[in-house]
C-alpha cells in the first residue's frame, strides 16, 4: 500500500512570497490533515477535511493560509504572503473515517522563510 | 498550562536498556491516547495507540495509561540502537493533540 505523499520535499522563499505545498493521501483515505511543526515542538493541527469538506480548521491563520481538496482526494496548502514564523515542517496525513486515531503521516515539507 | 506535557530530553541511555516515555495530560475528554515516533527528516509513524485505562503490548513495546492521574507511559525493552528517533505521545479528544516529544538516543 502506498503511503502518503508530499511534494515538494525542501522550500526555501523569501518573507512576503507565496508557496503552496501538495498531498496525495492513502487510497481509500476519507479524512485528509495539515499539521504544522515548528523545530522541537510536536505537530500542532492546521486543518482537517472529511472528503472535500472543511471539518476543523480552527488553528488555520486564514488571512494567509489556505487549503483546498478538491474530488477529495489530493489536497494543497497555500501560504500568502509567508513570514519568517512560518518555517516549519508542514505534515499531511490522513486516515479512514472510522479511525481518526490512526493517521498515517507523509514525509513533510520543510519551509525556510528568510 | 498546556493540554499535553512531555519532556523534551534529551534522553541518552545504553542498548539493551529499559527505557521509559511519559506524558502527563489536563483534559480529561481525551478517549485515545497514541505514541508515534519520529526518525530525523521522516514523517511520524504510528506505534501503539490505547483506549481507556490500562496496558496494551507489542513485542519490545508496552503504553500503559492511566486516566484517574491523566498520565500516559511508553516503555521499550531491551533498547536498540534503531529505537534511536523522538517519540511523540498524542491525544485524541476531537482532534490529535501532541506532545512536544523526547528525543531518544540508544548507544551501542
Known amino acids: 500500500e502506498a503511503g502518503v505523499a508530499q511534494s515538494p520535499r525542501y522550500k526555501i522563499i523569501e518573507k512576503r512570497q507565496s508557496v503552496a505545498f501538495w498531498c496525495n493521501p492513502i487510497s481509500g483515505h476519507a479524512t485528509l490533515y495539515w499539521y504544522q511543526q515548528i523545530l522541537g515542538q510536536g505537530p500542532k493541527l492546521l486543518i482537517q477535511?472529511?472528503?472535500?469538506?472543511?471539518?476543523?480548521d480552527s488553528q488555520l491563520p486564514k488571512d494567509r493560509f489556505s487549503a483546498e481538496r478538491l474530488k477529495g482526494v489530493d489536497s494543497t496548502l497555500k501560504i500568502q504572503p509567508a513570514k519568517l514564523e512560518d518555517s516549519a515542517v508542514y505534515l499531511c496525513?490522513?486516515?479512514?473515517?472510522?479511525?481518526?486515531?490512526?493517521?498515517?503521516f507523509g514525509p513533510g515539507t520543510r519551509l525556510t522563510v528568510t | 498550562q498546556k493540554e499535553v506535557e512531555q519532556d523534551p530530553g534529551p534522553l541518552s541511555v545504553p542498548e539493551g536498556a529499559i527505557v521509559s516515555l511519559n506524558c502527563t495530560y489536563s483534559n480529561s475528554a481525551f478517549q485515545y491516547f497514541m505514541w508515534y515516533r519520529q526518525y530525523s527528516r521522516k514523517g511520524p509513524e504510528l506505534l501503539m495507540y490505547?483506549?481507556?485505562?490500562g496496558n496494551k503490548e507489542d513485542g519490545r513495546f508496552t503504553a500503559q495509561v492511566d486516566k484517574s492521574s491523566k498520565y500516559i507511559s511508553l516503555f521499550i525493552r531491551d533498547s536498540q540502537p534503531s529505537d534511536s528517533a523522538t517519540y511523540l505521545c498524542a491525544m485524541e479528544g476531537g482532534k490529535l493533540i501532541f506532545g512536544q516529544g523526547t528525543e531518544l538516543s540508544v548507544k551501542p
Open positions: 477535511f472529511q472528503n472535500n469538506g472543511v471539518v476543523d
Open positions: 490505547t483506549y481507556s485505562s
Open positions: 496525513a490522513s486516515s479512514t473515517r472510522t479511525t481518526r486515531a490512526e493517521q498515517y
